[in-house]
């Protein structure tokens, strides 16, 4: 593998990679930091967003959440893609909704429209534990596989002595029927993994800069000898407040946003490989393969 952040002037002129084009080159040093764990968000390890959008259906449905008082609530493909493009952190798609478009009434609260901070949050909690469960219920019901080059980068890690986590704001019921898709029912607690951070409630608040905080802390490393694996800009942005560094395996909905930061912005960890552990380890390249980049003998 060529380091381009250590090639001269003069090597570049008139090179032309055949292999991996869309490697990109660092601004920093060559050296490596110490990686000692990788932590994964639930979204790095199934693509479901398809099965998200339909279990938030099927919550409105089920609570009559109506903005003009007759019609259920129903999001589409369009609107729950721009929701996902443009989430906020700390706030969940339907806080963000609702705040934009205004407060439903509800079965919640006997058809009236929470006017209140407590009564909108009893309406959050409410739709997002019905939400959690439905979801659970349909990969249970479907089955997701894990998204590519998943499996191998766990096995690549377990085999170099580096700690293994899951972090995400989720409720806990999401989350281990994500863990029993990507890493099969028979892998043991927390999926076989070192750690697992979720939420035990909807009433519980935490900010992911924080759960991902507590989650090093867990697996008895620092920040910065962690590497997290997220699929949005959000989840970028807390793992970089966070001290630690971030590759991106992006989603069709999330592929338009901005990376700036991050390591590797990549479709998949893919199989055969697009990341390995070594490179990990390694912190030799930054990579985006949204940009097809390619050193010509233009300057000849």
Same mark, same amino acid.
């Given at each position: ?16 990679? #055949? #292999? @991996? ?11 490596? @930091? #110490? ?8 979204? +790095? ?37 721009? $929701? ?5 952190? %700390? ?17 919640? $609260? ?41 499996? @191998? ?26 863990? +029993? ?13 070192? #750690? ?20 090093? +802390? ?5 920040? !910065? ?9 959000? %989840? ?18 999330? !592929? ?45």
């Amino acid at each position: 593998m060529i380091n381009q952040a250590c090639l001269s002037t003069r090597q570049v002129r008139g090179w032309c990679p #055949a #292999a @991996r084009p869309r490697v990109m080159p660092r601004r920093s040093t060559c050296v490596a @930091r #110490a990686l000692k764990a990788i932590i994964l968000s639930d979204g +790095a390890l199934i693509e479901a967003e398809d099965l998200q959008l339909d279990a938030h259906n099927k919550a409105f449905e089920h609570f009559q959440v109506s903005l003009d008082g007759h019609l259920t609530l129903q999001w589409s493909d369009r609107v729950f893609r721009e $929701l996902i493009q443009r989430a906020e952190q %700390g706030i969940t798609w339907m806080h963000a909704y609702f705040q934009r478009h205004g407060w439903p009434s509800t079965t919640i $609260l006997k058809g009236e429209v929470p006017s209140s901070a407590e009564d909108k949050m009893r309406v959050l909690q409410a739709i997002e534990e019905f939400k959690s469960a439905a979801y659970a219920e349909m990969l249970q019901e479907e089955g997701t596989e894990a998204r590519p080059g998943v499996l @191998r980068v766990i096995s690549e890690a377990r085999e170099a002595g580096l700690k293994l986590a899951v972090c995400s704001t989720a409720l806990r019921t999401e989350v281990a029927a994500v863990l +029993a898709n990507a890493l099969g029912s028979d892998s043991g607690p927390n999926g076989g993994l070192d #750690a697992v951070t979720t939420r035990d409630s909807s009433a519980e608040r935490v900010t992911h800069t924080t759960a991902l905080r507590n989650t090093a +802390a867990a697996l008895g490393v620092e920040p !910065k000898e962690c590497v997290v694996v997220d699929v949005d800009k959000n %989840g970028l942005e807390c793992a970089l407040k966070a001290g630690m560094r971030c590759i991106v395996t992006y989603t069709a909905n999330t !592929k338009a946003q901005a990376f700036p930061g991050a390591e590797r912005i990549i479709a998949e960890l893919g199989f055969p490989a697009s990341v390995t552990v070594q490179e990990l380890q390694q912190a030799r390249i930054a990579q985006d393969d949204r940009v097809d980049f390619n050193i010509t003998n233009r300057f000849r």
